[in-house]
């Protein structure tokens, strides 16, 4: 990345929720053993020095894992004490601008990847069986919420560092494991769609536009678990992009649209940390906001694959959901087979 992308994404984290929820979960870390997100609550410039060191030992995986924790614990719409997490973090935004500035000097071309063809797996547990799955790429208007993604499409990840793979099992609710991964290689012609930054999402939605006929407690602060007055201090603070009371049309994309010019859609890790719970006004009364895609990861609308190959099983230490090695368990490979089959219709 050059200069000006680096600002921009500086910028990007610096406004997202999860972005800030990150800063102030690695300020809080202090290498202890309570892990990557003890969230500061105020902020230390000591303590963001030692951040900034931190970041500069640490690995790339350690860092994504914390992204995932930050984006579900620190600032998802589940978490009771959410919005105060996140009314502290942005007030506090600016003291650990040296904190982004480290991540994105460090890793930016790491989190601002475009997607790798050559390295999308595909993660399953164990249930639903292939007698009960239905075929992906047909029925676009089967989708999550008001639209915040289809569930007719199917879901990548970009081979993900060892470290964030319990992260991974639990956000995306794989907890009836055991859980296999397999490698689908994919087109090198398929049709991307990136978002990097709630730009490229806005513009995805400007480009495919539905307007949502209902309204979805979920999909913003307060979530289903806060009341309304759980974001009235965030709402005082400049900058902030998590909550709003105003801007009543709520605007996704329409996926069959996308589906026609577009075979995936992928977002970078950048996209996540900067994307995921970012609300984006879109004028004329319209707000938009990309919720619950979890990590990086991309949503196929197309079937693009060839054929799939086992992977090794993920690396679950600690959890009671175990992984599978479906290279070696062949009633497990057989199995996995069948579902594919029927979500691919092949």
Do not use: C, K
Request: no cysteine.
């Amino acid at each position: 990345m050059d200069g000006a992308d680096d600002e921009r994404m500086l910028r990007s984290i610096l406004a997202a929720p999860a972005g800030v929820a990150l800063l102030a979960g690695l300020e809080g870390h202090r290498g202890d053993g309570r892990g990557w997100f003890a969230t500061a609550v105020d902020s230390d410039p000591e303590a963001v020095a030692r951040a900034v060191d931190d970041v500069g030992a640490s690995s790339f995986g350690a860092l994504v894992s914390a992204a995932v924790e930050a984006a579900a614990w620190g600032a998802g719409p589940w978490m009771p004490d959410a919005p105060m997490n996140l009314a502290r973090a942005y007030a506090h935004a600016g003291a650990r601008r040296p904190i982004a500035r480290a991540l994105v000097e460090r890793y930016g071309d790491e989190l601002d990847r475009d997607i790798d063809v050559g390295a999308q797996q595909w993660w399953h547990a164990t249930e639903p069986s292939a007698s009960a799955v239905a075929p992906r790429f047909t029925d676009f208007d089967d989708v999550y919420g008001n639209g915040e993604f289809t569930f007719a499409g199917l879901w990548t990840v970009t081979d993900p560092p060892a470290e964030v793979h319990v992260d991974l099992v639990d956000a995306w609710e794989m907890d009836r494991g055991p859980v296999s991964r397999w490698h689908l290689p994919v087109s090198a012609t398929a049709r991307v769609w990136e978002i990097h930054d709630p730009t490229d999402w806005a513009r995805l939605v400007e480009t495919y536009s539905r307007v949502a006929d209902r309204p979805h407690g979920g999909w913003e602060l307060p979530g289903p678990n806060q009341h309304d007055g759980d974001v009235d201090a965030l709402l005082t603070v400049a900058g902030q992009h998590a909550a709003r009371r105003d801007g009543r049309r709520h605007v996704l994309p329409d996926w069959a649209a996308v589906a026609d010019d577009y075979d995936g859609v992928h977002l970078s890790w950048a996209g996540f940390i900067t994307t995921e719970g970012h609300v984006s006004d879109l004028g004329d009364d319209r707000l938009t906001m990309l919720r619950y895609w979890a990590s990086e990861r991309t949503l196929w609308l197309a079937d693009v694959f060839a054929t799939p190959v086992p992977e090794a099983a993920p690396m679950l230490s600690g959890m009671a959901v175990r992984g599978v090695d479906v290279g070696r368990d062949q009633d497990r490979q057989r199995q996995d087979r069948a579902v594919l089959r029927a979500l691919l219709a092949r």
